[in-house]
């Protein structure tokens, strides 16, 4: 009963400090958890901001609330001269997905900006192998097209795939993940971050990395919208 009473209990499991709320006061602001004493698996995380003026303590849940090394970021993402909150959750899946929110504490009153489920959906692709090859992605988003370069694969993949005159052997296509990773980066040096999105283009299977997605979201017109996209391929 002992140990099962500190496995239930919530504590602080990431703490920041700034103002979010826009008084110019810094603010507490702390995420909670509960986790075993056998693993680093932590569930229930939770986001508090405590008023620094006030003491007004203000909870944010988030829909999905359980991972690996919750982290918060303060940094303005807006323009608005305040920072606003970043929180980034570890999956712990075999995919390597990530859970991010950003959210604004303005005047006390708890905004989302950004949710990683509602990018998810936002932001799909088609993976296509071809002939000679070659891989196609196809951004459904801004109907930007990517070719991939397999032909410096190690000869026993390339042979499950096409045959002696590069041909393919049946049509095969792969996939791009969900986010795998979120970073704050000050693009142009004026104090505003914009969001550098990762995700993970496979091939046959999840751990056959062709490549990322590399996405730019900016805030404009109280949304984040995509400025820049890139394909990143590992060099041979």
Do not use: C
């Not at 003491?55 to 305040?82: E, H, I, K, M």
Request: aromatic content about 14%; glycine content about 10%.
């Amino acid at each position: 009963m002992y140990n099962n009473y500190y496995r239930v209990t919530p504590s602080v499991v990431a703490f920041a400090k700034g103002d979010v709320t826009g008084d110019r006061v810094p603010d507490d602001v702390y995420l909670t958890g509960t986790k075993s004493q056998d693993s680093p698996f932590i569930e229930n995380i939770t986001l508090f901001v405590k008023n620094g003026r006030t003491g007004v303590q203000t909870r944010v849940p988030l829909s999905d609330n359980a991972g690996y090394n919750p982290t918060l970021f303060l940094g303005d993402f807006t323009g608005n001269g305040v920072s606003d909150v970043l929180v980034s959750i570890n999956s712990g899946g075999s995919g390597g997905f990530m859970y991010h929110y950003v959210y604004s504490f303005i005047g006390n009153t708890p905004q989302e900006l950004f949710n990683f489920n509602a990018y998810n959906a936002a932001y799909e692709y088609d993976v296509i192998y071809e002939n000679n090859y070659k891989v196609r992605v196809v951004s459904k988003r801004n109907k930007k097209t990517y070719i991939i370069d397999l032909s410096k694969r190690d000869k026993e993949y390339l042979n499950e795939i096409y045959d002696m005159n590069g041909k393919l052997k049946k049509p095969i296509t792969g996939f791009v993940n969900p986010l795998s990773g979120l970073y704050p980066i000050d693009f142009d040096s004026d104090g505003v971050y914009e969001l550098s999105a990762y995700q993970k283009i496979a091939g046959l299977y999840n751990a056959d990395v062709l490549g990322y997605v590399v996405n730019t979201l900016g805030w404009d017109n109280n949304r984040f919208v995509l400025q820049n996209q890139y394909v990143a391929i590992s060099g041979t």
